[in-house]
């Protein structure tokens, strides 16, 4: 069963990913066939999305960085979490993170 | 999240169209092979044909413990201009190693040993993998290209098959 993204659950990005800020953006490579591959798909983060990136630091619950992005950007906390729940979901679902004990 | 960009969004890419400068490249396959495991990319220039060609495809494998021998073709920092290139050692000195494209007339001296990204081990071109010029065949190539009759055979060969418009890319 694949796991779901919880705001008490804390995650750090996986070891199965290199994530580089290249030309302003935040390129993510994947290395699951262990291989860094440039002509394979590769992933990007849109501003918002960076914004929840930098904050998966194996310290801060998914609730609490919700808490910091609600001074930053408009929205009801509802809304935010639901963005912050959304996206860690998705990367979880590609083993881009992963949950800290 | 109200915002400009809208909602937080993972965005799939194609690393084709990508273009990614010199420091970039440099960054990120170390950051990848830091990781200890091959980085392939695809390459732009001249300066290796014809072994390894404009758009053709390449994996380079970290270099670990492995011991740099002369013929290995490898990707490395130019201590000239800081940007990557992807050249074979035809030679060794005591700053550590010499290195020349084998299309090119000139060489790179003095290529620190910590300046060499990794090795190369594939070269593929047009999905087919390319095994002239990294087999058992690279220390003669390394030595013919030291002479520059590499150059030298390209031009001469070259012109005949119409190849003679393709200059080296530095």
């Keep these: 069963m694949e796991a779901k ?3 008490g659950k804390i995650y750090k990005p996986s070891g199965e990913i290199v994530a580089r800020e290249i030309e302003g953006e935040l390129i993510i490579v994947p290395l699951t066939a262990g291989i860094g591959d440039m002509e394979d798909e590769l992933f990007s983060l849109n501003e918002t999305g960076r914004s929840i990136w930098k904050r998966l630091d194996g ?5 609490e960085i919700a808490g910091e992005l609600a001074a930053d950007y408009d929205g009801g906390p509802g809304e935010i979490e639901e963005d ?9 679902k590609r083993r881009m993170v992963v949950e800290v004990p | 999240m109200r915002s400009p960009e809208g909602k937080p969004s993972l965005c799939a890419r194609s690393g ?18 830091a990781e200890g ?7 732009a220039g001249y300066s290796m044909s014809p072994f390894i060609r404009d758009g053709d495809v390449i994996t380079v494998l970290p270099k670990g413990g492995r011991r740099l021998r002369r013929g290995d073709v490898v990707a490395y920092v130019r201590p000239v201009n800081g940007r990557p290139a992807v050249h ?23 290529v620190a040993e910590s300046g060499i990204l990794g090795v190369v081990d594939r070269v593929e071109r047009n999905g087919r ?6 087999g058992l065949g690279r220390r003669l190539i390394a030595g013919l290209s030291a002479w520059g009759f590499i150059t030298w055979a390209f031009r001469v060969f070259g012109r005949k098959r119409g190849l003679s418009g393709q200059g080296p890319v530095s």
Aim: charged share 25%.
């Design chain 2, 37 to 43: 495991v091959p980085f392939r990319f695809r390459v």
């Design chain 1, 59 to 63: 310290r801060k619950s998914l609730g």
């Design chain 1, 84 to 92: 912050v729940l959304g996206l860690v979901d998705e990367l979880l």
């Design chain 2, 88 to 110: 074979r050692i035809v030679g060794r000195i005591s700053a550590g190693f010499v290195l020349k494209g084998d299309h090119e007339s000139t060489a790179d001296f003095h």
């Design chain 1, 5 to 7: 993204a919880g705001l």
């Design chain 2, 129 to 134: 993998r390319v095994r002239l010029g990294l």
């Design chain 2, 16 to 33: 084709r169209e990508l273009l990614l400068s010199g420091d970039s490249l440099i960054g990120l396959m170390a950051e990848v092979m």
